[in-house]
């Protein structure tokens, strides 16, 4: 699974090479970003609040992470595919590529980061079935059949002389829209009208001491219990980021199946993203001016679903729920990013986008490696003032910075973990 191919398109800080077609920089920095900032919060990002994820309702600098990170891998999706489709790629070797990549995500995500060497053998009993590599699996999975099934090859075709021109870019993937659309449906239908008992229909709360203690065991709603149902109470994260604040009881998995829904659609957006860079490839003001559209509207849905309040809308952001809201709103704030990133490194050139660019490249390594060796020396010692954000800060820092390191090491010597 080691690629010792150079990769196109090095950037100016290490030593060059001959590049083969032209990369987009910003997608590795946008990759890369995400990574290093969750390796960072994953790490306990100093002991600051705002790089904790949200009890229930809100955002903070620890909720982007995750969705970031699935956005990115739309668009890398939707570039990816369009090029070996392009190549005359037979679709049997695409779906072969994406079982495989499936399979081992999976796999890793439930037989190596479900627990640690000191908890000894796995046990199914207790082991954990959801997660975010299981979700960026299922979540990849989804899009990348989609595209398999749906793509168009040649877009340059449809640029001039029809009516919907200005919006081919959407119109010539509705059987794709039709899909996200119908998984969005379900969704509602599921989260508001399927009766959980023993708790109101559509709930939305963290049960236990919230809403005054009405609903106690009501933890997640409709989410959890379909977790519940299907999983078993024993394979769900038994230590919800609303457990300490809400004093629940009940297991809840914010990685959990309906919320998998919400990140094919955040996923399906990313993918919107890499088909007008396509469509609008040699046009750098027309990508920005799009990027720009998709984030006012996405954040006008945002801002009618949550009627501007934390937990007061319709649909609130929710990082444990994946809800509609969270899912427009950071899919806005990822529009934005990934436009700045793009005028900044592949149109102006102003930056190369190191030293993000190097994990952004190595990614599954960077992202495994950290979780299975995040409770050894150097990533972590016995600290003297735990309770000081002096030195949680300066391991955390040094843990983030080590894998940043290795990623810039495995990058001089064209080594990439491919999957």
Known sequence: MFNHAREPDLPDCVPPGQPKKKRLLSLDTFRGLSLTLMVFVNYGGGGYWFFEHAPWNGLTVADLVMPWFVFILGTSVGLTFHNMQKRGVKNIQLLRKVAWRTGVLIIIGVLFLNYGPADGPLSW??????????????????????????????????????????????????????????????????????????????????GGIGDEGKYFNCTGGAAAYIDKWILGENHLYQFPS????????????????????????????????????????????????????????????????????QNEGFIPVNKNLWSLSFVTTTSCFSFILLGLLYYITDVNGWWNGCPFIFPGMNSILVYVGHSLLGGYFPFSWEMKSPTSHAEPLAQDLLGTAIWVFIAFLLFRKNVFLKI
């Open 125 to 206: 009993s207790w082991a954990r079935l959801p997660g975010v590599l299981q979700r960026l699996g299922f979540t990849y999975f989804a899009v990348a059949l989609m595209q398999i099934a749906f793509g168009v090859t040649d877009t340059q075709i449809y640029q001039v002389n029809l009516w919907w021109a200005p919006f081919r870019d959407v119109i010539l993937y509705w059987k794709e829209w039709f899909i996200i659309i119908s998984l969005e449906i379900l969704w509602l239908c599921l989260t508001f009208l399927l009766p959980v008992p023993g708790c109101p229909r559509g709930y939305l709360g963290p």
């Open 242 to 309: 609303c457990k300490e604040l809400y004093k629940t009881t009940q297991p809840f998995d914010p990685e959990g199946i309906l919320g998998t829904i919400n990140s094919i659609l955040m996923a399906f957006f990313g993918l919107q993203a890499g088909k007008i860079i396509l469509m609008y490839r040699n046009k750098p003001r027309s990508i920005l001016r799009r990027f720009l559209i998709w984030s006012i509207l996405l954040g006008i849905i945002s801002a009618i679903l949550t009627m501007g309040t």
